[in-house]
């Protein structure tokens, strides 16, 4: 999944590919990549999916 996440260490918003969609412990979806510059690990939390239903 491509997204773009803010890069912490380069202080940018990046353009992200291969990003990996996960679940936090306390049930949050997000997806992580890594940065192409500087190689970080670069997280985006993803909008819930109560508010899709909720718009439709």
């Not at 679940?23 to 670069?42: A, D, L, W, Y």
Request: proline share 5%.
């Amino acid at each position: 999944m491509d997204f773009e996440g803010y890069c912490v260490k380069c202080r940018e918003k990046r353009e992200v590919t291969e990003g990996e969609v996960k679940e936090t412990p306390n049930g949050r979806r997000m997806v992580q990549g890594e940065c192409p510059v500087c190689s970080t690990k670069v997280t985006r939390f993803l909008p819930s999916e109560k508010k899709k239903e909720q718009e439709s």
